[in-house]
């Protein structure tokens, strides 16, 4: 098989970003060191992983100045090995795992930043809050004794399908609540500036759905080896 050229695959796929104000997260799991290191030549800063201990295992390996996203399904008993260095959560889907991040954020006196993973798709395999569930709690009464968490934003992954129509509508709805609550008057520990939706197979449909952040791995650094 064919390995896959990373610069000239970011290059690329980085001209499809002039001027969508959006960002990528370069979603490196299951990558080898070197591939990483590749794509940090070339100027990605931001690396996404799915399981905390290859994303710790990386992090040691790597440049300090990379900015390590937690993007797959976070158990809580395993905050404590990310709390001291992640730049951003991506996977927040429940407020268990929420109260455990502001309980490790305090032990070591840093606040950590993290975007709500909001249920948009026709799945019941994905994770995440519903608009109610997001509601009562950003309006409720146990946000108000976090404060080693900020929220920055809202995550969404949409349904795996070809319909691009499905996806557009589930991007939109997302960007809808998105827009709704920055609108509104919100506690001190929420500040919505990222909008976290789009993978390498539905990222265009994202961008023009006002997606700020989109997270792609085998565009860059073409299909995972899962053996």
């Not at 993973?117 to 004794?145: N, P, R, S």
């Not at 691009?164 to 929420?190: A, C, N």
């Not at 539905?202 to 759905?209: C, F, G, K, N, T």
Request: aromatic share 6%; with cysteine.
């Amino acid at each position: 098989m064919q390995e896959p050229d990373i610069k000239d695959n970011l290059k690329q796929t980085l001209n499809t970003f002039k001027s969508t104000g959006c960002r990528l997260v370069a979603v490196s799991k299951t990558k080898p060191v070197s591939d990483l290191e590749e794509a940090y030549a070339a100027g990605i800063r931001d690396f996404g992983e799915n399981k905390v201990q290859e994303l710790v295992e990386k992090a040691d390996q790597l440049p300090g100045d990379i900015r390590w996203h937690m993007i797959g399904h976070l158990q809580r008993n395993k905050v404590k090995y990310i709390a001291p260095f992640i730049h951003l959560i991506h996977s927040v889907d429940s407020l268990r795992l929420l109260k455990q991040i502001d309980k490790e954020g305090k032990k070591i006196e840093r606040v950590i930043s993290c975007l709500l993973q909001v249920h948009i798709a026709k799945e019941e395999t994905k994770y995440g809050w519903d608009e109610k569930e997001l509601m009562d709690f950003l309006y409720g009464e146990e946000i108000k004794g976090m404060k080693n968490i900020q929220i920055v934003g809202l995550m969404g992954m949409a349904t795996l399908t070809d319909n691009s129509e499905t996806i557009r509508k589930e991007f939109k709805d997302l960007h809808r609540l998105f827009t709704q609550l920055k609108s509104q008057p919100l506690p001190e520990q929420v500040q919505l500036s990222e909008l976290s939706m789009g993978m390498s197979g539905d990222y265009l449909i994202a961008q023009e759905e006002g997606s700020t952040m989109v997270r792609i791995g085998s565009a860059i650094f073409g299909a995972r080896n899962y053996s």
